[in-house]
T-cell receptor
Framework: GNSVTQMEGPVTLSEEAFLTINCTYT??????LFWYVQYPGEGLQLLLK?????DKGSNKGFEATYRKETTSFHLEKGSVQVSDSAVYFC???????????FGTGTRLQVFP | GAGVSQSPRYKVAKRGQDVALRCDPI?????LFWYQQALGQGPEFLTY????????KSGLPSDRFFAERPEGSVSTLKIQRTQQEDSAVYLC??????????????FGPGTRLTVL
């Protein structure tokens, strides 16, 4: 079945460091891929998405490229801020369904 | 504008009690989803409505779980005879219509259910 695997956290970085959070997926067909973020005390928010191979989603300095050949959608940011501290979830949406399938989440902690 | 709201935000139940969790979607949103998020895990799909029709309930873990959306707006997730393994955060999301990735799902803050 469809599934998402993402790196375990916590990821601990100093401010202005480079961030990579790995995400790989297993799916039939051509899913759409998402990164959601959950800030402390808040609900899930869509961070970025990509709907087909080689698409790059970007938002708030974060980027992720849909790589079909490696079934990956790694999240990157060139210079993290303390305010980026949150839990990040990779998710997929199969082409024939509306239900999101999430990874287990990766907690990012950024220190000044 | 108002986002998705859920109530109560926190619920403590004794094992065996019935609970009802409410979701108010964004006004005009056709699709409504329920997810269950266990501690330290990602959300898992429970069920999906398009207007008042429940189109997919494949994620409901047992027949103790029941969801309804009788007028196509507010939805209630009911759990009968709660068990400790039901302890989780229950998330509601809504979107403008079906259609997959082009219709963003907006999530509410969740209801944290603790079963003692």
């Amino acid at each position: 079945g469809n599934s998402v695997t993402q790196m375990e956290g916590p990821v601990t970085l100093s401010e202005e460091a480079f961030l990579t959070i790995n995400c790989t997926y297993t799916a039939t067909g051509y899913p759409s891929l998402f990164w959601y973020v959950q800030y402390p005390g808040e609900g899930l928010q869509l961070l970025l998405k990509a709907t087909k191979a080689d698409d790059k989603g970007s938002n708030k300095g974060f980027e992720a490229t849909y790589r079909k050949e490696t079934t990956s959608f790694h999240l990157e940011k060139g210079s993290v801020q303390v305010s980026d501290s949150a839990v990040y979830f990779c998710a997929l949406l199969s082409y024939n369904t509306d239900k999101l399938i999430f990874g287990t989440g990766t907690r990012l902690q950024v220190f000044p | 504008g108002a986002g998705v709201s859920q109530s109560p935000r926190y619920k403590v139940a004794k094992r065996g009690q019935d609970v009802a969790l409410r979701c108010d979607p964004i006004s005009g949103h056709v699709s409504l989803f329920w997810y269950q998020q266990a501690l330290g895990q990602g959300p898992e799909f429970l069920t999906y409505f398009q207007n008042e029709a429940q189109l997919d309930k494949s994620g409901l873990p047992s027949d103790r779980f029941f969801a309804e959306r009788p007028e196509g707006s507010v939805s209630t997730l009911k759990i009968q005879r709660t068990q400790q393994e039901d302890s989780a955060v229950y998330l509601c999301a809504s979107s403008t219509s079906s259609g997959g990735a082009y219709n963003e799902q907006f999530f509410g803050p969740g209801t944290r259910l603790t079963v003692l």
